[in-house]
């Protein structure tokens, strides 16, 4: 593939390194370092002079190191005269703050889409959004993939015979329904009201879960603090075998410890964030899947000017 390069932050080499080996090429070479103040230095090691470049980074925790790490790969790209900069962003930080619905609060998923656009990337490749409206927040392409494929691909395997879709949230059914078209199976709603950024107060469920293998989905699991009130509901009710399955392992804060004593028998989600160590050990009914070939795919056709449209699920 003439001219295209790939280049790593340090948020998820090994994703980046997974992508690289689908795609048949090495990464670019840049010396990326911290300044004894702890600001970012890098310098690339290769020429990048008119190359198509792409370079991946999540921006998962520590979000505002890697996030300036990004910006500051795309500046040193552009100024290298690279032709086409695409910022990879498995996990798209700051996403969740994407309204104005209340007064005096900011909308970071358009500030980091700003800032983005500022430093100088040309597109973004993402994969599971928040919310599909922040690609309205760029006016440079947005290709935002889905791991439902992945997902849906792994729950196939499972052979758990007929399952109930379950949305934790209201935020959810569409993701939940998608699922449920490709599945099969009926849907649930989990009516959640939360109290406060780290603290959520789930309340009923809309649908039957009673003797029924659920499968819940969510987009993020942070805390945990949403998809373990959400089991515990449906336990409540009587589900007879409950699988999880997010995009997204933030797993911050509280998150290993409830997910080990919540009633799941199987979580899966991607590696678009990197694990702790000792994660996997602690919650053995954790499995992680990847989206390096979705992603490298996507590359790909970007590169070659391709229809990217067949990897979406809508
Ligand atoms: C909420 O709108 C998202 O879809 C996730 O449910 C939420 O971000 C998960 O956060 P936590 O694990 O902290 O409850």
Redesign the pocket.
Known sequence: MTGLRLFSGRSNPALAARIAAYLGLPLGRAQLDDFPDGEISLKLLDDVRGCDAFVIQSTCPPGNKHLMELLIFIDCLKRASAKRITAVIPYFGYA?QDRKDEGRVPITAKLVANLLTTAGADRVLTLDL?AHQIQGFFDIPVDNLSAEPVMSAHISAMNLGPVTLVS??V??VKRARIYANHLGGDLAIIDKRRVSG?E?QTMAIIGDVRDKTVLMI??????????VQACEVVRRHQAKRIIVGATHGVLCGQ?VERLRKAPIDHIAITDTIPLADGVCEQLPQLQVLTVSELMGEAIRRIHRNESVSSLFMK
């Open positions: 969740r928040h934790p949230d935020g959810n780290s959520t969510d987009d993020i699991i942070a805390t945990g603090g949403t998809i998150a």
